[in-house]
């Protein structure tokens, strides 16, 4: 797609133009972002649709990613083009411009957060279990957090939710060292929910502190 009415392009694909076969490797290409989780610039099955009842979201924002996420969870075959074939223009008054300050951020917390619980119950449902969806998901749990604490903006009730719907699989981790640095960044997970809340909590707050001050 290539972006009209704004700074900046459109992100670049990274998976190789051609078919997709497998559905496993559909999901991989769509967990790993390889391919566009918006909904524009796809055709696709209406029966395929129909069929499974895949629907967006209604009143919120990036409601397209579960939707990709579900047509992943259905489809046998995919095919990839790389050309322009959507011309995406911004405006000044779009739905994604409305609402500013503590508005946009409480905005963006709660339909990330609904992104992210709508993803979970669509990979439960269909029994994925690709481990490239445990990356998939802790990104999305990160954007909800990093939105979260860097505006101050109260979420306990989600993030108990959140834990509800979602357990990492520690048990698949190596032992070597990056996994160890992410054993103690998902430390959270392994606490009660209130405890884990603080914990994430107080990591965000060094983090953002350092940030402020350059450290």
């Known amino acids: 797609y290539f972006p009209l009415g704004g700074k900046g392009m459109g992100t670049q694909l990274t998976y190789r133009e051609g078919g997709l076969l497998d559905k496993s490797a559909i999901l991989e290409a769509v967990c790993q972002q390889e391919v566009y989780v918006m909904a524009w610039n796809k055709l696709v099955s209406k029966t395929l649709v129909e069929k499974n009842d895949i629907q967006f979201p209604e009143a919120i924002l990036h409601e397209d990613i579960p939707w990709s996420f579900a047509m992943a969870c259905v489809m046998n075959a995919m095919c990839v083009v790389h050309q322009t074939t959507y011309f995406y223009r911004k405006r000044q008054d779009s739905i994604m411009s409305q609402s500013k300050g503590k508005d946009k951020s409480r905005r963006d917390v709660s339909s ?12 439960k449902q269909h029994n994925v279990d690709e481990k490239s969806f445990d990356a998939f998901a802790l990104y999305l749990f990160d954007t909800v957090a990093h939105l979260a604490f860097g505006n101050k ?14 357990v990492y699989p520690f ?13 103690v960044k998902l430390l ?28």
């Open 112 to 123: 990330y957060s609904a992104v992210l619980l709508r993803v979970l119950a669509c990979a």
């Open 188 to 215: 959270h997970w392994k606490l009660p929910p209130f405890l884990g809340y603080v914990l994430l909590a107080m990591r965000y707050g060094i983090k953002n502190w350092k940030k402020n001050n350059r450290l």
């Open 153 to 166: 903006v109260p979420w306990l009730a989600t993030y108990r939710q959140i834990r509800e719907a979602y």
């Open 171 to 183: 048990e698949s981790m190596r032992g070597d060292i990056n996994e160890i640095k992410t054993y």
